[in-house]
């Protein structure tokens, strides 16, 4: 008995620490959807500017996710402060997304640019990077 209670709070520890698989998200400019965030396959998260394929991202080292246009890599994610996502294209910083209300809120410089609505940080920041920023 105590066996089996051991291995059932080890697989519900293992369960907690798995990360989360992102639902679909949905990307605004202002008001206006312009595209969305879907999960792919192996690891990757398809980025659609309306009904086509603009790119997709992947999770990299140290809690990054790296963003490509097509098969370039445009720049990457990575996870700040506060919940924050910072937006990098190439390697400088050019805007970030912050949760807000449920919703991830998009901005460049410190202007709001768009929101992306549902989803996980990483994969809804570099939707964010990709259609709205970069």
Same mark, same amino acid.
């Given at each position: ?7 059932? /709070? ?16 949905? /990307? ?8 969305? /965030? ?58 970030? /997304? ?37």
């Amino acid at each position: 008995m105590k066996r089996w209670i051991a291995a059932l /709070v080890a697989a519900a520890l293992a369960f907690a620490a798995a990360p989360a698989i992102a639902a679909a998200a949905d /990307v605004y400019e202002g008001y206006s959807k312009v595209g969305s /965030v879907n999960a792919g396959y192996g690891g990757r998260y398809t980025i659609k500017q309306g009904p086509s394929q603009a790119g997709y991202t992947k999770a990299s080292y140290g809690g990054r996710w790296d963003v490509y246009e097509g098969s370039s890599k445009i720049g990457y994610v990575k996870r700040s402060y506060s919940g924050r996502w910072d937006l990098y294209e190439g390697s400088s910083k050019v805007g970030y /997304v912050a949760p807000n209300s449920g919703r991830w809120q998009a901005y460049q410089d410190y202007s709001r640019v768009g929101y992306v609505k549902g989803g996980s940080g990483g994969p809804a920041a570099a939707a964010a990077l990709l259609l709205l920023v970069g």
